[in-house]
């Protein structure tokens, strides 16, 4: 991420906007792929840019987009949304895991999953992403960062192989 695009999500950061408006605009960028092209636009005059961000974007963020277009800088907007959520991740100490598993877990065991993440990772949150996946055969495996725990039946049957083909 360049200084530029850094700049713009500490600012929409620190304006302390609802998530779910960020996210509204981003749906916006990525459903209608044609407004990325009117703004980025030279030809379009700065007030009929305006015009479309007050039309187009929810009333609480249209003012940044706005700013962000004055400054010639709406091609980066997609990054600015992607890097508010890492960001607001960051600052309050959530951190993203992601459960493999073939039998979804309780709330109890899914909860004591997050707060072992908690702790081991020092961190206040957990945001959970669940995939199913059978071929893991019984079990699971919880990722989170570069660290992966691993305590699937398949994972389990591999080692006892390995442990029998060296004796």
Not at 50 to 68: C, L, T
Not at 125 to 144: H, N, R
């Amino acid at each position: 991420m360049v200084q530029t695009t850094i700049s713009y999500v500490k600012v929409l950061y620190e304006l302390g906007m609802e998530l779910s408006v960020i996210q509204e605009a981003e749906r916006i960028l990525n459903d209608v792929p044609q407004i990325q092209g009117v703004l980025g636009n030279p030809t379009i005059s700065r007030e009929a840019k305006d015009r479309a961000i007050s039309r187009i974007f929810p009333k609480e963020i249209q003012n940044f987009i706005k700013v962000v277009n004055v400054h010639g800088k709406t091609a980066l907007l997609q990054e600015i949304f992607q890097g508010y959520e890492e960001y607001r991740k960051k600052c309050q100490e959530i951190m993203t895991a992601r459960l493999i598993y073939v039998t979804k877990p309780t709330q109890k065991q899914m909860d004591e999953m997050k707060q072992f993440l908690c702790n081991h990772f020092g961190k206040k949150q957990v945001l959970l992403e669940l995939i199913e996946d059978p071929s893991l055969l019984g079990g699971f495996i919880l990722q989170a960062d570069d660290h992966e725990y691993d305590w699937s039946l398949r994972a389990r049957y591999q080692r006892l192989g390995e442990k029998l083909m060296r004796r």
